[in-house]
């Protein structure tokens, strides 16, 4: 059995990617911030799938938290890492807190960043191995009222595709999965509650799965997030992005 590490794992698209993965017999290793909800998700996994489970109390907002993922996680012997955990924030960059922002780029970048170093040498040492990171439709945009997350996106969907070229041969993938809006607590959380429709999180992990197994190296779930992400932006003028994007943010 492929014993695989998901961070973000209590809700959204991370718990349904543990769920899914749990149902292809995947072990796992459970990061979140939150114990209580780590413990529940957990006892329902093994009731469900009769999986192996362990977790790890980590909130990867905090500097040096993905070394203390690995340290705990090295010797299971993980074979999967998927960088799922991250959060938004909505509104003007001038007037919200610095230090929100700083959170927001340490968790959706600066962690990810290091446990996909981490691991990666690990997967590389072996000479197998599989990176899921997940990215946003944001990552192909500028974004006027949510400008740091959307640059923290761009930072994960490069780092992806750069670190999947230097890995060719390697036996280790790397992948990266561009949901479009998703029905999760994300945007409710991000300040943006007028975005809380999309598609069902359940469908997101499994193309995000089944790219990952392939050895994709990116993927965007949905049609229109597609057609956005391959046509539009690289038809439509800076500038005109800007203005759909700040006028769909005031809806």
């Not at 807190?97 to 959170?103: C, V």
């Given at each position: 059995m492929q014993k695989t590490l998901i961070t973000g794992a209590t809700g959204g698209i991370g718990l349904e990617l543990a769920r899914l993965m749990a149902s292809k017999g995947h072990n796992l290793v459970l990061v979140a911030r939150g114990s209580g909800k780590l413990a529940q998700v957990k006892k329902n996994i093994i009731a469900e799938f009769g999986v192996s489970v362990a977790t790890i109390t980590q909130d990867l907002a905090a500097a040096g938290s993905a070394k203390a993922v690995y340290d705990k996680a090295k010797k299971q012997g993980v074979q999967i890492l998927v960088n799922n955990a991250g959060v938004g924030l909505q509104g003007d960059f001038?007037?919200?807190?610095?230090?929100?922002?700083?959170?927001?780029?340490?968790?959706n970048m600066v962690s990810l960043m290091e446990l996909t170093h981490l691991f990666g040498n690990d997967f590389i040492e072996k000479g197998q191995g599989r990176i899921l990171n997940v990215g946003s439709i944001a990552a192909f945009f500028p974004g006027p009222n949510q400008p740091v997350y959307y640059a923290t996106k761009a930072f994960v969907r490069s780092l992806s595709l750069a670190l999947a070229h230097n890995l060719r041969g390697s036996g280790v993938t790397v992948t990266v999965l561009h949901p479009g809006t998703t029905k999760t607590g994300f945007f409710v959380a991000a300040g943006a509650p007028s975005f809380r429709q999309g598609a069902s999180p359940k469908a997101v992990a499994k193309t995000g799965y089944n790219a990952m197994m392939a050895g994709k190296v990116e993927v965007t779930h949905g049609g229109l997030n597609k057609f956005l992400t391959n046509v539009l932006v690289r038809l439509i003028p800076y500038r005109w992005q800007v203005a759909m994007i700040d006028k769909a943010s005031d809806v």
């Open positions: 001038f007037k919200d807190s610095l230090a929100a922002n700083q959170q927001m780029a340490y968790l």
